[in-house]
């Protein structure tokens, strides 16, 4: 199945990118498992799992919340022991925040959920395709450099 590639301006590219992974991404949200935990607190973990221990205020930063708003979700975080405290190595005053194991595990599950989900989808494309979006990844993945 051979498609054409509409010739489109690198303003409309970036809308038509924008909607795509936006839609793919909510799709991925979708095939997570279903818990009482909520998208800004698997947003937090995750990040605490990807960047290693940090203090409250980075990990706001990191999430672009206000650290009260931050202080909410890792409460909510610790009593379902998925992260834990510890003192800061340098500065008494301030605490650092890790996921525990299974904090850990839990972002393992919700990983190992949402890349069965677009496994399952890639299968239905044809080679060609599924090299294009290894082309597209490797592309998206060096536009997100900083």
């Known amino acids: ?25 909510r799709r991925l949200r979708q095939a997570r498992p279903i818990g009482d935990i ?5 947003s937090a973990l995750q990040s605490l799992d990807a960047a290693g221990a940090m203090s409250p205020r980075e990990l706001a930063d990191m999430e672009r919340v206000q650290p009260p ?11 379902r022991g998925l992260v834990q405290r510890t003192p800061h190595p340098t500065d008494g005053r301030q605490v650092v925040l890790a996921p525990t194991a299974i904090g850990r595990e839990l972002m393992a599950e919700y990983r190992r959920a949402r890349d069965e989900w677009l496994a399952r989808r ?3 494309l044809t080679p060609a395709e599924r090299d ?12 997100a450099k900083d």
Do not use: W, Y
């Open 132 to 143: 294009t979006l290894q082309r597209a990844a490797d592309i998206l993945l060096r536009l």
């Open 1 to 25: 199945m051979v498609t054409e590639v509409r010739k489109v301006s690198p303003t409309q590219l970036a809308g038509l990118l924008r909607d795509a992974t936006t839609r793919v991404n």
């Open 122 to 124: 890639l299968a239905a």
């Open 38 to 42: 909520t998208i800004a607190q698997i």
């Open 69 to 79: 708003t931050m202080t909410r979700i890792v409460a909510r975080l610790e009593e």
